[in-house]
Structures are given as C-alpha cells and as structure tokens.
C-alpha cells in the first residue's frame, strides 16, 4: 500500500518518521529556522493526518487529505493560505524520482508571527518505507510523475478554457478552517497498481 509523507524541506533525504497508521506524525530534519526573539523557531515541525487518503486508491483518479501543523512546541499552525508551487524532480542513487508536489503556505504561528512556508508531499511504499521512482512509460516528460494536479492533466485548463472540474479537485489547498488543508492529487494509476500487485503477492 502507498501512503504520501508530508515534509516540510524538499531535499532528497530519507523518511525519519513514515506514516503506517491514522494520526501519526511524519517529520524530517527542517531547514534552518528563523529564530524568533523569544527563542521560538518559525517553522514547520510536524504534519499529522487528521483524515487519511482511502485504503484503495485504484477506485479514483484524484485522492485527498485533510493536515493539521504544528511548530516545535506542538502548537498549532494556522494556515491563511495555501497555493501549488511546483512539482519535485531529483535523482538520488542513480534513480529518478519524480515524485513530489511542493506547496507554498502562508503561515500564522502562535505569537502572531506570519511566515511563508513549503510543504512538500510525496507518495511512500508503506510495506518498504521507501519513496516511490517514477518507472511508467509515458514519452510526454510533464506525466512522467509519480504524483500530477488537476491542471497538468486537463485538457480545457491547459488550454486556459472554462471548466468545472476544477473546483472539485484544485491544484491549490483549500483552508476549511483555521489550522487543517486539504489538498487533491491525481496519482499514476499504473504506478500504484504495481505498488499494490507487488505487495499481495508477498502474503
């Protein structure tokens, strides 16, 4: 089963901390910090699954989650607003993984302290706690991702043309409260399925 982990730097390093159940925190090492006056850090520390993605992901093209950040003290982060950025492509080891969405968040730390922060989320083999390379066969280099948005894949956005598909799974979070987001990623059916396949035929 393939699970996305939220982090909040986006350099090719390993997971401390994969999520394998709901509710769990998933961190990394951060950037450095801004240090406050009061010896706070601005940043963000850890991103816990208020509401997971569903178990079979092969049921739908789009899929989303709901987050909920904290700092280094566990206080709640607000998040003001939230837009797509970019999507994460590096080799690591000899081995192209182009899996990763990067977000940018405007945040409302506890002391009133506004701060932009990234956010990157990528898809994880849970069984193995590794990241998942691209390893599809598409020729056109804007699919050849583990991870896409509504916007690369349709045809009437590409083309900068009215269309209502797009508020139902935008590229951008969407804040619906004070401290959660919810975003919705399209995933490469055909990468998951052999994520899944693989994973029934050891048991």
Do not use: W
């Amino acid at each position: 089963m393939s699970y996305p982990a939220v982090l909040n730097d986006t350099g090719p390093s390993p997971y401390h901390s994969p999520m394998e159940a709901p509710g769990s925190v998933i961190s990394t090492e951060p950037p450095p910090p801004i240090t406050a006056t009061n010896g706070s850090f601005y940043t963000i520390t850890t991103a816990v699954f208020e509401k997971q993605p569903p178990d079979n992901m092969r049921k739908s093209n789009f899929f989303h989650f709901v987050l909920h950040l904290a700092d280094e003290n566990q206080a709640p982060i607000e998040v003001e607003r939230g837009i797509f950025k970019d999507f994460h492509d590096f080799y690591a080891n000899g081995q192209e993984y182009r899996n990763g969405l990067v977000y940018t968040l405007n945040c409302l730390f506890r002391d009133g302290t506004r701060k932009e922060q990234e956010l990157c989320v990528r898809l994880i083999d849970s069984s193995t706690k590794q990241l998942i390379p691209y390893e599809g066969t598409c020729k056109n280099p804007d699919f050849r991702r583990v991870l896409l948005t509504h916007e690369l894949i349709c045809s009437r956005c590409l083309e900068h043309r009215s269309c209502g598909n797009k508020n139902d799974t935008p590229s951008d979070p969407v804040i619906i409260d004070r401290y959660v987001y919810i975003t919705h990623v399209h995933k490469q059916i055909g990468i998951v399925k052999r994520i899944q396949n693989s994973k029934q035929r050891t048991h």
